[in-house]
């Protein structure tokens, strides 16, 4: 099932330990209506795993009883799941802030004509991919016909005043590299983006936020079959830089997957690492607030992805 962990084993990356949790993110199903080559979590439109209403009520709960903020929604295509909307409505509700962690693409499916229209209704913040600027790179990554529908859909959201100065509707964008190397510094690639999508398109956006890829499931796989999984791992490592130790998402961040099972972070539930509690897989509905609060965090080699240059994390560069 994760065919990359047992090159991970017996890291040396250093010991961290857990903060308060004040991000929950959820990843509430595997569906999606693409499949793209860098995705670490398997994604595509075969896939039919996605969270219970029983998960969602303790989602739902845990948040309504802790001290967490935000509610960090991913998947898959998130706004797939016949409850996405329905928990939004219910989160926001609570005067947390809610991320939809978007393709773009979603926003021209056929059954969701009005799904822009919800998200800034529920002034839901949109963290979306866009690998690049150029339509040949992002076909070649996410598959043909994916650049002109990422900026439909961009368009649409600029419309209803996503990613506008004067709006309080935010839209961020994410950058993944095309193969196995480090992202390039985020400030100077964010004013490129800026530039060109507003030249080219009459596009705003508020941030541009730069990921490593992750050596795990399609993308280590990519990496073992071309014999380059541990050329990789050595650049990661090589790179490291210890400032970033001090910010990386899984200090304050907790993730959850389609069962309801805690993690560590996004990554670490890709590979199945999951919060053990007396030889158990800890659940949502069984945590509490501060239960969670210093302790060790799981690390292997794929966390030098996070640390590697100026570091990297669900909300861009960590310096």
Same mark, same amino acid.
């Given at each position: ?20 949790? +004040? ?25 039919? +795993?996605?969270?219970? +209403?029983?998960?969602?009520? &303790?989602v739902y709960e845990f948040v309504k009883d802790s001290d967490v903020h935000?509610?960090? @929604? ?14 939004? &409505? ?5 005067? @947390? ?9 979603? =926003? ?12 800034? +209704? ?23 016909? %994916? ?5 439909k859909g961009l368009q649409q959201l600029n419309f209803l005043g996503y990613?506008?100065? $004067? ?68 650049l990661l490592k090589k790179s490291h830089n210890n400032d970033n130790l ?37 659940? @949502? ?13 799981? %690390? =292997? $080699? ?5 640390? &590697? ?11």
């Amino acid at each position: 099932m994760h065919d990359t962990l047992s090159l991970l084993n017996h890291s040396d990356f250093p010991a961290i330990s857990r903060r308060k949790t +004040e991000i929950l993110q959820i990843n509430i199903g595997l569906r999606c209506n693409q499949q793209c080559v860098h995705c670490h979590v398997n994604s595509s439109p075969k896939r039919t +795993e996605k969270m219970d +209403e029983e998960t969602i009520a &303790a989602v739902y709960e845990f948040v309504k009883d802790s001290d967490v903020h935000t509610l960090d @929604i991913t998947g898959g295509a998130p706004e797939l799941h016949p409850q996405f909307r329905e928990l939004v &409505a219910e989160i926001r509700a609570l005067n @947390i802030n809610v991320i939809d962690r978007c393709n773009l693409t979603i =926003l021209s499916e056929p059954d969701q004509d009005d799904l822009a229209d919800f998200l800034a +209704e529920q002034q839901v913040d949109i963290v979306a991919s866009l690998p690049c600027y150029q339509k040949e790179n992002v076909d070649k990554q996410r598959g043909k016909g %994916v650049f002109d529908l990422s900026i439909k859909g961009l368009q649409q959201l600029n419309f209803l005043g996503y990613g506008k100065s $004067d709006s309080n509707l935010k839209l961020d964008l994410v950058y993944n590299p095309q193969g196995p190397e480090l992202p390039p510094e985020q400030a100077p690639l964010e004013a490129s983006f800026k530039k060109v999508l507003m030249q080219e398109y009459g596009i705003e956006f508020n941030q541009l936020f730069t990921l490593c890829n992750m050596p795990i499931n399609r993308f280590g796989s990519t990496l073992v079959s071309k014999g380059i999984f541990h050329d990789y791992i050595s650049l990661l490592k090589k790179s490291h830089n210890n400032d970033n130790l001090d910010n990386v998402m899984c200090r304050n961040m907790i993730s959850i997957d389609w069962q309801g099972f805690v993690y560590d972070c996004d990554f670490n539930q890709m590979l199945g690492l999951n919060m053990m509690e007396a030889g158990k897989q800890l659940h @949502i509905s069984e945590l509490t607030d501060s239960r969670l609060e210093g302790n060790e965090i799981t %690390v =292997l $080699d794929h966390c030098y992805g996070c640390t &590697a240059g100026q570091g990297s994390s669900c909300g861009g560069a960590l310096i």
